[in-house]
């Protein structure tokens, strides 16, 4: 609890001092599109925001926009010149003072063990273009799928990925599958023959750049302001992944998940309790801190309301940045309400793949979240799947939901 408290007094501290520094007067007007940016080690990252206000006429609410995505933010506060907008669920907040049609101010977010990370943020109302042109020459084009690998900085870890871009003239969308899960939605534009993509979802800024030569590219990805790793890309209608269908795997010997774990009350559930006896079951390894997980949930969780009285069941398993309940109970019922969860979703550990094995002795591994645990009415796995191909993915998430409801179908019926 005192990591969230200091986490909350650190960031009034900021607003505070930006309010006491300006002069009391009517809160400005901040309804529109504003171009906003976080610097990185790569540069600029660019981004959109929408403000609305709402029915009552004096309060706001604000989205990120990437893509196709309005991704909601907690509803902004403003006071006198200066404005806070929160992602709690995410532990990150942006404060910023507000002069006319620009701000400026700070992006920060809490990674755990008392630490921050932190950058500038400025935005400009009224700017459509995320990129700013700079280039006269022809634009190259990028349209369709690559094959990809990420390369760590320091060249020994390597990550294949498939590129997915659709591109409209200069402006481009798209994303990256990988066997964990996609890069969710990515906007940019070709500048010459130069790709530029950027996505800011609260909790990762992702920044791409790449030079486009013959059908390969060459550029740098960087994360949350200071991670960099290589990519290059090759033109491959072909490109695939490995199945995420077998990369966890039960041990051998093993035919069953077992577990018990308190719920945000402190209660403990177990996967044998009598609410889930002779069901249909879909155990949800995730996170709050997620994105990926919570693509996932905007799926699963109006899913589970349309089919719970068919026989089947949700248990969502949740690693957190703590195991204390006071600290994580509160995000993980805050994230429920806000995905209009109506299943459990239990605190199970702390955040990591490695964690997630441990608490789960009989999986082999747990390679990312969300991973997806399919058990039939006897308690048997059937299926294991890892990451999620959200909606940023297009075909993708189409097959995903196909063979997902193929699947849960054939178990029902048995």
Avoid at 284 to 310: H, S
Avoid at 368 to 378: L, S, Y
């Amino acid at each position: 609890m005192k990591y969230k408290i200091l986490f909350s007094v650190l960031l009034f501290t900021i607003v505070n001092e930006l309010i006491l520094s300006c002069t009391k007067k009517e809160s400005p007007e901040i309804v529109g599109s504003w171009r906003a940016a976080i610097n990185t080690d790569g540069g600029e990252l660019p981004f959109h925001i929408e403000f609305l206000k709402k029915a009552d006429s004096t309060s706001y609410e604000a989205f990120a926009i990437n893509g196709a995505e309005r991704l909601k933010l907690d509803d902004p506060i403003i006071k006198n010149d200066s404005i806070l907008m929160s992602i709690e669920i995410f532990d990150a907040k942006i404060a910023a003072k507000i002069e006319g049609n620009k701000m400026t101010g700070q992006w920060e977010r809490y990674v755990g063990a008392k630490k921050f990370i932190h950058s500038t943020f400025v935005a400009e109302k009224g700017i459509k273009e995320r990129f700013k042109s700079e280039s006269a020459e022809k634009v190259a084009n990028v349209n369709g799928k690559w094959a990809v690998n990420f390369v760590s900085k320091d060249g020994k870890d390597i990550t294949e990925s498939v590129g997915l871009f659709d591109q409209v003239g200069n402006k481009v969308t798209g994303t990256f599958l990988t066997t964990t899960g996609d890069y969710r939605y990515l906007e940019g534009i070709v500048d010459g023959d130069s790709l530029k993509l950027s996505c800011f979802d609260g909790t990762h800024l992702f920044l791409f750049k790449a030079k486009k030569v013959g059908d390969q590219l060459n550029g740098q990805f960087w994360s949350n302001i200071h991670s960099l790793e290589n990519w290059t890309a090759n033109l491959d209608p072909k490109a695939a992944l490995p199945d995420v269908n077998k990369l966890t795997y039960l041990k051998p010997g093993y035919s069953k998940v077992e577990f018990t774990f308190p719920d945000t009350q402190g209660k403990m559930v177990n996967i044998n309790d009598k609410q889930f006896e002779g069901k249909v079951k879909i155990v949800q390894l995730m996170g709050t801190w997620c994105p990926n997980c919570m693509d996932e949930t905007k799926y699963l969780a109006p899913w589970y309301d349309k089919n719970k009285n068919r026989g089947i069941e949700i248990i969502g398993l949740s690693y957190e940045k703590s195991t204390d309940l006071t600290v994580a109970g509160p995000k993980i019922d805050k994230m429920k309400q806000k995905l209009a969860m109506n299943y459990p979703v239990l605190l199970a550990g702390l955040k990591g793949g490695d964690e997630a094995a441990k608490s789960l002795p009989m999986l082999n591994d747990v390679l990312g979240f969300p991973t997806t645990i399919i058990i039939d009415k006897k308690g048997v796995v059937r299926n294991i799947h890892t990451g999620f191909s959200g909606p940023s993915t297009g075909v993708y998430y189409t097959e995903w939901s196909e063979d997902f409801n193929l699947m849960i179908d054939k178990l029902v019926a048995e």
